[in-house]
Structures are given as C-alpha cells and as structure tokens.
C-alpha cells in the first residue's frame, strides 16, 4: 500500500436521530453542578464570594495577575474602589460592574491643582 487512503477504508457519518443525540447530551438532575461548583469564570479572581467582604478585604483581591503575550505583566484588581461625591466608598467588581466603573472614570476629573472634580 502506498501510503494513500482507499474510498472504502473511510469511515462515513452514523446517521443519528435526533432523540438519541438528546439523549445522550443530557445529565440527570441529581448528577448535574451548581454553577459555583463548575467555576464558570476565565480567572479563579473573577468569581464573588459566597460570604460577605469588607471593602477592605475586597480591596485585596486580585483577578488577573500574569504575563500577557506580549511579555507585559497585566494585574487586574477584581473590584475597583470607588468614592462617591457624598463620601460613600463602593466596591465594583471589575466584570459584573463594568458599566459603572467606566461610568465612574467619565465623571471623575482633576482640576489643576490635582484634586479630585466631580461632573
């Protein structure tokens, strides 16, 4: 044999009907993950805690910290913390509040003499 495949060594597509395609993609209830379990994040940094944090202890936590492909090395804090024109600090998580945050960055301005103006 010369190295080339022969029409009749291909193996053809099972024709599979559709039930059976369902049947076998399907996981039983009682066998299937809550989503937490399954860790449904890019980054282990990216998920929320089940407990409740302080702005402090969210403050700490770091979503991405490596190397990207161009050698630079890249650490996104999971939430970024804000203060409000009142005083109040929020802590945003960096992918769920997304919106907010860009929000927070078109409202904060410096004026000359550095000092934070609020839009």
């Known amino acids: 044999m010369s190295g080339q495949i022969e029409a009749s060594q291909l193996r053809q597509p099972e024709d599979v009907s559709a039930e059976k395609q369902l049947s076998t993609n399907v996981v039983p209830a009682d066998q299937r993950m809550d989503v937490k379990e399954r860790q449904l994040t890019a980054n282990p940094g990216d998920r929320i805690a089940d407990e409740p944090q302080t702005i402090e202890e969210k403050a700490q936590q770091i979503a991405v910290d490596?190397?990207?492909?161009?050698?630079?090395?890249?650490?996104?804090?999971?939430?970024?913390?804000?203060?409000?024109p009142d005083g109040e600090k929020k802590a945003l998580h960096h992918v769920k509040d997304a919106e907010a945050i860009s929000d927070v960055i078109r409202m904060a301005r410096l004026d000359e003499n550095g000092n934070q103006v609020w839009n």
């Open 66 to 84: 490596s190397t990207d492909i161009t050698g630079d090395h890249i650490k996104v804090p999971t939430y970024f913390i804000v203060e409000e």
